[in-house]
């Protein structure tokens, strides 16, 4: 029972970690600013951002902008109305390796002036080439876990806890363009899907962020929960950004 509690408190420890990164400073902060991100915060999520999610800040920025530019059409980077539910899973993972190959080689002009705002480039590890590599340092980690504790249920907790973005990011990238209710006519399919919003944080409103995409807050209803919102107040109290709508 104390092992289940620890691999569970362990779990909720990264998961969160990883939402905070994800929705509120990569998204509603870095891409769409509806979160201010003062310097510091800046150069603290460029930093630490790819190692803590494994996914590069401006990286991920990019390829969002992108899929409200393009949302739904066969030039967007992840949709089900092209690829299927299933294929989306495929479709976003060559969607972010195209994206920061483009951000690299810098000839895509679309791409760079779509980013052109963000005040850093895309990590070193990806230049390297290496943007695998904090998946696999974490994996590591994991690993030493399960041998130091002897138990592979923490080892798991840790890991699924902290790198679990690719099953997040389907959920709303497939399950939200495909299943639930809107509450605006919006040209794409974005729907509002509550048990992807309850589990990615406000992220499976995507019907309400697709209609109101520089809002900081992406429930509109008072049924609709959105843990998103609530790390945005708690971080703007203890005076890590502003929110800015």
């Known amino acids: 029972?104390?092992?289940?509690?620890?691999?569970?408190?362990?779990?909720?420890?990264?998961?969160?970690?990883?939402m905070f990164y994800i929705t509120v400073l990569y998204h509603r902060g870095l891409t769409h600013k509806s979160v201010i991100l003062g310097p510091k915060m800046m150069k603290w999520l460029s930093a630490t951002g790819i190692w803590v999610t494994g996914l590069d800040p401006k990286g991920w920025a990019t390829m969002h902008r992108l899929h409200h530019l393009y949302s739904d059409t066969v030039k967007d980077p992840h949709s089900p109305v092209h690829q299927g539910v299933l294929g989306v899973w495929v479709g976003q993972y060559k969607g972010y390796r195209d994206t920061l190959y483009k951000l690299m080689s810098k000839n895509d002009q679309e791409i760079n002036k779509a980013v052109s705002d963000i005040p850093f480039d895309i990590s070193r590890i990806s230049r390297a080439g290496l943007s695998n590599l904090p998946y696999?340092?974490?994996g590591l980690v994991a690993l030493a876990l399960w041998f130091l504790t002897g138990y592979f249920l923490i080892a798991a907790a840790y890991f699924f806890g902290i790198m679990g973005h690719p099953v997040q990011g389907w959920m709303v990238n497939a399950l939200a363009h495909k299943y639930g209710g809107r509450n605006f006519e919006t040209s794409d399919q974005s729907r509002n899907n509550f048990f992807v919003a309850l589990f990615v944080f406000g992220e499976g409103f995507q019907n309400n962020h697709h209609a109101l995409p520089m809002s900081a807050k992406f429930s509109v209803k008072k049924t609709e929960v959105d843990f998103g919102y609530t790390m945005c107040l708690i971080g703007e109290k203890l005076g890590l950004f502003k929110i800015a709508r």
Do not use: S
């Not at 569970?8 to 998961?15: A, E, K, V």
């Open 1 to 18: 029972m104390l092992i289940a509690f620890l691999a569970l408190m362990l779990f909720g420890f990264g998961y969160v970690l990883n």
């Open 136 to 138: 696999v340092i974490h």
